[in-house]
């Protein structure tokens, strides 16, 4: 089953990818500008917020697995690079999970880049966030795996300064480097694969007209003209870029630091989405171009993952800084969503790609709530605290709704995601989701422990004075988070169902690709 395209008549993607790109530039480029930097960072991400609504609202759900929205114009002929956007049911959600985060994340940074006296003039941080936006939609929408990879080359850019520039810790630059440097070398890693899949392009030799088209995804998708052996090893540099986004033991070690040093905004925005980008590209360009590849290492990439769920979580338990902790538990559950995308299982597959959108919501409300209290006791310590439920009741309370959204607790948006990955992969690999199910009961301890050395008992004398969520971090920051890890878990029906269609194409394409290769053909 082919890849199917619906073209759109306004570039609305173009559009979305163009303004928070301006926005940065003119905040960057004209001074003026800088002292509204603030009321122009919410304004562009509300604005942006609406645009994928937009989208949201004429998506036709019925065909949740077609990329809708398409624009394709050729760029670069003689590499055969096209400016090609298009967003399928998986990107349309990253779309908007992406959006919503900004504009949150801007209203909750508004008390850190505050100096003493109440003004907010940090103009880079706000512009170094509206150009990490403007590359997230074009990651999430590009049909060109050229353009995908050097928007996920650019990316790295703006991230390295909000860490290295913005952080919080005594070894921001430090951690900005490690994020650098593995990002960097997955990314140099898998440009071998990008030179590999334009050799190997069924349109490498074709005519001049044709080779302007050669990196569109439709054009790749299980056409590669390689051996079984090449087609492998540039899924493998992949791969290998993906893991370290994801992230993944045993390349996983870059993200502890940086939750550690950055601004909780900036870590709710780098696992909350950017992250998620390692995930949405094993779906998207593994499992599509190399389809056959990923088939015959699947074992292997599902042990690696049910390992990174184990270790994440005992990793987890073990950690004494709040920020650390979140960014392991974090860890464990990209494990089991990289598990899902590989047990060729269309529940698992589906259960991967809802789990990706409740992750983003419940692990943006854990680092921004937590940032909230160790912002306000200057520690991230968990030893620091204790009682902190009787000072600061709407912060204990938000963030025990984010951590149990977590850990899957019935009725939030991580339950029926997480079930979904456990049913599917126990019809595949019956062992592989019994010890996953260690690190789903570890993981009720190293959300519920921290809560209880936080929150519960005596609070120390010196912390009874700081002070609980104001009105815009209640309105504008718990409460949407809340009410959509709700809406996802009591009603998760209208997000399952096209993640449903997209995992079945992907299987029975995998399977049709499998037959033809067993055929010798």
């Known amino acids: 089953m082919g890849i199917t395209i619906l073209n759109s008549t306004f570039p609305v993607l173009t559009l979305l990818v163009a303004l928070p790109a301006l926005a940065a530039l003119t905040l960057w480029l004209i001074k003026p500008t800088r002292v509204a930097s603030r009321q122009i960072g919410l304004s562009v991400a509300a604005l942006v917020l609406l645009g994928t609504i937009y989208l949201a609202v004429n998506f036709d759900y019925g065909k949740a697995s077609v990329y809708q929205f398409a624009e394709t114009h050729s760029w670069i002929r003689a590499l055969g690079v096209s400016w090609a956007l298009g967003v399928n049911g998986l990107g349309l959600a990253m779309l908007v999970l992406s959006a919503l985060l900004t504009l949150i994340v801007l209203i909750a940074s508004a008390r850190d880049l505050e100096d003493g006296k109440g003004r907010y003039d940090d103009a880079g941080y706000v512009g170094l966030t509206l150009a990490t936006l403007a590359f997230m939609m074009l990651i999430f929408a590009a049909r060109d795996v050229f353009v995908f990879y050097l928007a996920f080359e650019a990316m790295l850019v703006p991230m390295y300064f909000l860490i290295g520039r913005y952080g919080n810790g005594a070894k921001r630059k430090a951690a900005a480097m490690k994020f650098l440097l593995y990002s960097l070398a997955g990314g140099l890693v898998m440009l071998i694969g990008i030179v590999g899949v334009y050799v190997y392009s069924p349109l490498a030799a074709a005519s001049n007209e044709q080779h302007a088209n050669l990196f569109l995804l439709e054009k790749l998708a299980g056409q590669l003209q390689a051996s079984p052996g090449v087609e492998m090893a540039l899924m493998i540099t992949f791969f290998i ?281």
């Open 241 to 521: 870029a993906f893991a370290v986004k994801a992230p993944m033991v045993p390349v996983h070690t870059w993200l502890a630091d940086t939750a550690q040093n950055a601004r909780p905004g900036t870590s709710a925005l780098l696992v909350g989405i950017l992250d998620k980008i390692g995930t949405f590209g094993m779906i998207t360009l593994c499992l599509t171009i190399f389809p056959n590849a990923s088939r015959r290492a699947a074992l292997v990439f599902v042990i690696l993952a049910v390992i990174s769920v184990i270790w994440g979580s005992l990793a987890a338990l073990a950690q004494k800084d709040l920020m650390r902790l979140i960014s392991f538990t974090s860890v464990a559950h990209f494990g089991l969503m990289v598990m899902a995308i590989y047990v060729g299982n269309t529940v698992a597959l589906a259960g991967a790609m809802v789990y990706m959108v409740a992750h983003g919501l419940s692990i943006a409300g854990m680092f921004l709530i937590g940032g909230f209290l160790t912002e306000r006791g200057h520690s991230q310590e968990i030893a620091a605290y204790g009682g902190m439920q009787r000072v600061t009741p709407l912060i204990a309370g938000t963030f025990l709704i984010s951590g149990l959204a977590a850990i899957a607790l019935p009725g939030l948006s991580g339950f029926v995601p997480e079930l979904m990955v456990l049913i599917g992969t126990f019809k595949v690999y019956r062992w592989a989701s019994v010890l996953c199910l260690v690190g789903v009961v570890a993981g009720a301890v190293y959300v519920l422990l921290p809560y209880q050395k936080i929150f519960t008992g005596k609070a120390p004398a010196h912390r009874k004075s700081i002070s609980d969520m104001n009105q815009r971090e209640r309105w504008g920051v718990a409460a949407p988070l809340i009410v959509l890890m709700l809406i996802i878990g009591l009603h998760p029906q209208p997000l399952v169902n096209p993640m449903s269609q997209i995992a079945n194409q992907v299987v029975i394409t995998q399977e049709a690709s499998s037959q033809v290769e067993g055929s010798g053909q």
